[in-house]
Structure formats: structure tokens, C-alpha cells
Nanobody
Framework: QVQLVESGGGLVQAGGSLRLSCAASGRAFSTYRMGWFRQAPGKEREFVATIIWSDGNTYYADSVKGRFTISRDNAKNTVYLQMNSLKPEDTAVYYC????????????WGQGTQVTVSS
């Protein structure tokens, strides 16, 4: 099993910043990509950003492009999400997930971390 532990969530005013971290541990796992998703109350979970582990290529949802930055530390098996210019509509539980190189979908998910942006 692979465990993912998110941290860094909290309460911030609109326009502020937060940095989320997600550390992977457990059995050896060949990572293809890691991603961040979020789920707001009463809404479905949505994609936020993903990073390809081998080459660092990144992809973002249009709603966060230009404000959020995903990055990785291969040595620490950790992925980060730097969130700037936060808006109230960014309020959600944020989850990280990882996909193996032989898998067609995200295999493991973290427990989530709450991000609340006040207006």
C-alpha cells in the first residue's frame, strides 16, 4: 500500500496564499503522475492540477491557471500546490492522488485537507 498525507490547509483571507504538501510513503511505487483535486460542499470532486513525475510537465484546470503552481520533490516523494490569489470559490477539501506507470487511473488518494477562503 501507498499512503498519501496532505498538510498545509487552513483559513485564509481572499487574496492570500497557502502551500499544500502531499507526502507519499509505503511500498515502492513507480509513479507516473501525482495530482491535486478538490471537492466543495455539495459539489463533485474536480481536477485542479497534475504533474508528470518523470519530466515535470504540469497541467492545470482553467479555474486555477496562473494562480496555482504544482511542483514535486522526487527525493522526498512529495508534491506541492502553491496557491496564490485565493478566492472564496477555492474553498474546498483538497486531495492529492498518485497514479502508477502501469495504471490507467489514480491508484491512491490522501485523506484531504480543508482550505477555507474568507471574503
Amino acid at each position: 500500500q501507498v499512503q498519501l498525507v496532505e498538510s498545509g490547509g487552513g483559513l485564509v483571507q481572499a487574496g492570500g496564499s497557502l502551500r499544500l504538501s502531499c507526502a507519499a510513503s509505503g511500498r515502492a511505487f513507480s509513479t507516473y503522475r501525482m495530482g491535486w483535486f478538490r471537492q466543495a460542499p455539495g459539489k463533485e470532486r474536480e481536477f485542479v492540477a497534475t504533474i508528470i513525475w518523470s519530466d515535470g510537465n504540469t497541467y492545470y484546470a482553467d479555474s486555477v491557471k496562473g494562480r496555482f503552481t504544482i511542483s514535486r520533490d522526487n527525493a522526498k516523494n512529495t508534491v506541492y500546490l502553491q496557491m496564490n490569489s485565493l478566492k472564496p470559490e477555492d474553498t474546498a477539501v483538497y486531495y492529492c492522488a498518485t497514479q502508477g506507470i502501469y495504471s490507467g487511473t489514480y491508484d491512491y488518494w490522501g485523506q484531504g485537507t480543508q482550505v477555507t477562503v474568507s471574503s
